[in-house]
């Protein structure tokens, strides 16, 4: 298993990765990318086959799109999958049954937008935005702040949300926290001004995910794998930083792995790009050497352009040559693959077979690719 265009082993891609709670049959992801293809927040079997597609076409393990919680304000949109209520888990479950048969595994992610969500948006347009200070992503106040009661709720939202994908056969759960949406603007400190025990320094911010995960772990058991995704960006805050070093980084992250944490999907825009200074390791390598947890790399993999369809233009594929250095040297232990697998479902086997000369460029503009 080569690269055509470099001569580069791919093996280390196709190694079965296994955890103490995880095993996947290689180290390829489909990054989670919402689609908008779920009308009611109902999965349909349309959507069945788009993952079964991926699964059945070498990719390892897939965390679907952002699947929202039973908050009425964790939407924008009536066609975001919902992963509460009979129907959307009844066709969920469905989702599970057909990636298990093409011999894949599958994970929701579970989220919600909080003051990412705009007033008035559907599916409830009457339910405020939410957010630890009542601020959204530029500072400015648009609602009060959340209540420890009303911050409880959401906790336990998050908690069933996890008990039904147990429940329902899935294996794993990655929780979104992320890109700006809620988890996130309680992790950051411009979204986060609180001075209770929800927010402080870079350590008492992650207070309410610690609590989310722990609900949640409570309500899955010691074996389920809890994932979660977290980011220095922001949607439209590229050069945004929770941690400006690996002392902060740590500060950060040692919380999160007592909590339960077995997974940390570190996203970046760009995978081969450093997280600090004097030092090559990327966010997901600073992640694994600080905590010792396995981690998710992401960003541009496969890819000559950027992540974010706000670049405009064309992607054309790339080597894998750095990523497959980095793998092999142990800095991560998956690699989360976006637009070239939404582009593509075959994309991991015409890796796998040195089929690259069919793989194809595509406009970035017009790929359905959100957060």
Same mark, same amino acid.
Do not use: H, M, P
């Given at each position: 298993m080569t690269n055509a265009k470099s001569g580069t082993s791919v093996e280390a891609l196709f190694k079965p990765f296994t955890s103490e709670k995880l095993q996947v049959a290689n180290r390829i992801v489909m990054a989670p990318m919402t689609r908008g293809f779920s009308p009611d927040g109902v999965p349909?079997?349309?959507?069945?086959?788009?993952? /079964?597609?991926?699964?059945?076409? #070498?990719?390892?393990?897939?965390?679907?799109?952002?699947t929202v919680i039973n908050h009425p304000a964790a939407a924008a949109s009536p066609n975001w999958p919902h992963f509460h209520g009979e129907a959307a888990l009844n066709g969920w479950a469905n989702v599970v049954n057909e990636v298990h048969e093409a011999g894949g595994k599958i994970i929701p992610q579970l989220w919600h937008i909080g003051l990412t969500r705009k007033i008035g948006s559907y599916p409830n347009p009457e339910a405020l935005p939410i957010g630890p200070s009542g601020l959204d992503l530029s500072g400015e106040k648009i609602t009060e702040p959340l209540t420890e009661n009303e911050i409880g709720d959401v906790i336990a939202a998050y908690a069933q949300a996890a008990a039904d994908a147990a429940r329902i056969g899935f294996d794993g759960i990655e929780l979104h926290g992320a890109h700006g949406y809620l988890i996130?603007?309680?992790?950051?400190?411009?979204?986060?001004? /609180?001075?209770?025990?929800?927010? #402080?320094?870079i350590a008492g911010r992650t207070r309410f995910a610690v609590e989310v995960v722990e609900a949640c772990r409570r309500a899955v058991g010691a074996d389920f794998p809890i994932v979660l995704r977290f980011s220095q960006w922001k949607a439209n805050h590229y050069d945004a930083k929770l941690a400006e070093s690996p002392q902060q980084l740590e500060q950060f992250l040692a919380p999160l792995v007592d909590a339960g944490v077995d997974v940390f999907h570190s996203s970046t825009r760009r995978y081969w790009e450093p997280e600090f200074v004097d030092s090559s390791l990327n966010l997901a390598g600073w992640t694994k050497k600080l905590t010792g947890k396995p981690t998710i790399t992401v960003g541009s993999v496969g890819l000559d352009n950027e992540f974010g369809s706000s670049t405009g233009g064309s992607a054309k594929p790339s080597t894998l040559d750095g990523l497959i250095e980095r793998l092999e040297n142990g800095e991560f232990d998956l690699v989360a693959v976006g637009r070239a697998v939404l582009a593509d479902p075959e994309w991991a086997v015409k890796i796998r077979d040195n089929r690259t000369e069919e793989l194809h460029n595509f406009d970035i503009s017009s790929t359905k690719t959100l957060f």
């Open positions: 349909s079997s349309d959507v069945a086959a788009y993952y /079964r597609r991926r699964a059945e076409n #070498g990719v390892g393990l897939i965390v679907t799109e952002g996130d603007q309680f992790f950051w400190g411009k979204t986060n001004q /609180r001075i209770d025990r929800y927010g #402080g320094d």
